[in-house]
């Protein structure tokens, strides 16, 4: 089960990913639905929510038009399409995010997007911590987040949703770093690791 900090997260800094003019969007692991409730008050569209945990899926009804407790997959049979999908934080708990996504494209209205944030392993602090401890130590939260089924590069990212039929139209770093030691290390590399500052990818992601 997630850290339950998680299930009260508003994701605010995913707004800038959704596009104007949306009438529906479907949160998947939704938690409480703090985030898909800003999705509803900033773009007066239908929300509804996927939440496989049975608590936070009860505090997200009071705030989304619908709820389903349950696992995303096709046994859910969703009988309607939406404009926006969004995972945010979501994608690293699935055995197969492949096979998700793959669904999603059912699910999508023609014209529709995939809005998703996805922690990055090469996360300076991380990443640095992981290589000089010479240890892989799964944590409550976080990137090694011991509820970690898979983890993503940025390269790695582009590679699942190509392979899963998807064209990114934005893929942006988020939360940044303000480690000195960073920008020093990254100076000295001349830029190799610049990606190494962002804790996680925002994505937006289009059908092909």
Same mark, same amino acid.
């Given at each position: 089960?997630?850290? &339950?900090?998680? $299930?009260?997260?508003n994701r605010?800094?995913?707004?800038?990913? =959704?596009?104007?003019? /949306?009438?529906?969007? *479907?949160?998947?692991?939704?938690?409480?639905?703090?985030?898909?409730?800003?999705?509803?008050?900033?773009?007066?569209?239908?929300?509804?929510?996927?939440?496989?945990?049975?608590?936070?899926?009860?505090?997200?009804?009071?705030?989304?038009?619908?709820?389903?407790?349950?696992?995303?997959?096709?046994?859910?049979?969703?009988?309607?399409?939406?404009?926006?999908?969004?995972?945010?934080?979501?994608?690293?708990?699935?055995?197969?995010?492949?096979? &998700?996504?793959? $669904?999603?494209?059912?699910?999508?209205?023609?014209?529709?997007? =995939?809005?998703?944030? /996805?922690?990055?392993? *090469?996360?300076?602090?991380d990443f640095?911590?992981?290589?000089?401890?010479?240890?892989?130590?799964?944590?409550?939260?976080?990137?090694?987040?011991?509820?970690?089924?898979?983890?993503?590069?940025?390269?790695?990212?582009?590679?699942?949703?190509?392979?899963?039929?998807?064209?990114?139209?934005?893929?942006?770093?988020?939360?940044?770093?303000?480690?000195?030691?960073?920008?020093?290390?990254?100076?000295?590399?001349?830029?190799?690791?610049?990606?190494?500052?962002?804790?996680?990818?925002?994505?937006?992601?289009?059908?092909?």
């Amino acid at each position: 089960m997630p850290n &339950a900090q998680y $299930y009260k997260l508003n994701r605010s800094e995913m707004l800038a990913f =959704i596009p104007p003019g /949306i009438t529906s969007l *479907l949160d998947v692991g939704c938690g409480e639905g703090y985030f898909a409730a800003l999705v509803k008050e900033t773009f007066h569209c239908e929300v509804w929510g996927v939440e496989p945990v049975y608590e936070p899926s009860l505090e997200a009804q009071k705030k989304l038009d619908k709820v389903i407790n349950g696992y995303f997959d096709r046994s859910l049979k969703i009988e309607r399409k939406f404009d926006v999908i969004s995972f945010n934080d979501v994608l690293e708990h699935l055995v197969d995010p492949w096979s &998700a996504l793959r $669904y999603c494209r059912e699910l999508l209205n023609p014209g529709g997007v =995939i809005v998703t944030s /996805i922690p990055n392993i *090469l996360y300076f602090h991380d990443f640095m911590q992981m290589l000089l401890s010479r240890d892989w130590k799964y944590e409550e939260a976080g990137i090694f987040d011991k509820t970690h089924l898979r983890f993503f590069t940025k390269k790695s990212i582009e590679r699942m949703f190509q392979e899963c039929g998807y064209d990114i139209a934005t893929q942006q770093g988020i939360r940044p770093t303000d480690s000195k030691k960073f920008y020093l290390f990254n100076i000295a590399t001349l830029g190799y690791w610049a990606e190494s500052q962002f804790l996680q990818y925002g994505i937006q992601a289009k059908p092909r």
